[in-house]
């Protein structure tokens, strides 16, 4: 991360689109779940109040994740995550920075259902960006089988990052895009939204990418999901894989 000395994000929830997707409504939340939109049936529900939910799993040094006052309002509060470059990791899944939330088990994405996830991230003014190694902010990870993340959402630089991957080319990013500007961000909510249909042959497949409310990224027709996955699961927070 050099010569960054930390990264810090800022999760939280907003405002909620009926049938799709339930980040928690009390203000002192940051965690979103998915609905498949086909019967709206609700996946999960987590509030942050009394800390995180013990069924979500923390893959963290200790006091990386932590609730903090929300710095936009005083009355809500939001989960900051941390890495920092004087850290060490070995303790950590696979022993890489990384300080992400993972959402349990009834939060899993299957073939051929579509969900709405909605979330929100804020870059804290201070912030220092990284223009040589990414950093991932969101991802869908396919669980068992090795490879690339299905979706994620990144940082490098001043810049945002959307990719996804499926198939049997787990190495291969089948559609991406770069999004400018993050450095616009720094000390404000950032709301984006994730329609995501996955397929692993991509006939039906969608990744759709919100940013406060505007399309910046739509993949139709290529693989983004892997063979026999049915189990895709979602996490939230910062991870450097390098």
Not at 33 to 47: K, N, Q
Request: aromatic letters at 8%; a positive charge.
């Amino acid at each position: 991360m050099s010569p960054v000395r930390r990264f810090v994000a800022l999760l939280h929830s907003r405002a909620l689109v009926h049938g799709c997707v339930y980040c928690a409504v009390a203000s002192a939340i940051v965690a979103c779940s998915a609905l498949p939109v086909e019967d709206g049936s609700l996946l999960y529900r987590t509030a942050w109040r009394d800390g995180p939910d013990p069924k979500l799993g923390v893959q963290a040094n200790p006091g990386d994740v932590a609730i903090v006052g929300d710095p936009s309002d005083v009355s809500a509060s939001a989960i900051q995550t941390t890495i920092r470059l004087s850290e060490g990791f070995s303790k950590v899944e696979n022993g890489v920075p990384r300080a992400e939330l993972m959402f349990p088990a009834p939060v899993r994405l299957a073939q051929g259902k579509t969900y709405f996830i909605r979330w929100s991230t804020m870059l804290p003014p201070g912030t220092q960006f990284d223009s040589r190694q990414f950093v991932i902010i969101t991802q869908i990870n396919q669980g068992s089988w090795l490879g690339g993340l299905t979706v994620a959402l990144a940082l490098q630089g001043t810049r945002y990052a959307i990719s996804q991957r499926g198939g049997v080319k787990h190495d291969t990013v089948s559609a991406g895009k770069w999004l400018c500007c993050a450095d616009a961000d720094v000390g404000k909510w950032v709301h984006w939204e994730l329609i995501y249909r996955p397929q692993e042959d991509g006939e039906n497949a969608i990744t759709e990418l919100r940013r406060d409310g505007r399309q910046v990224f739509l993949a139709q027709g290529v693989p983004n999901a892997y063979p026999g996955v049915q189990n895709a699961y979602l996490k939230i927070g910062l991870y450097k894989p390098d």
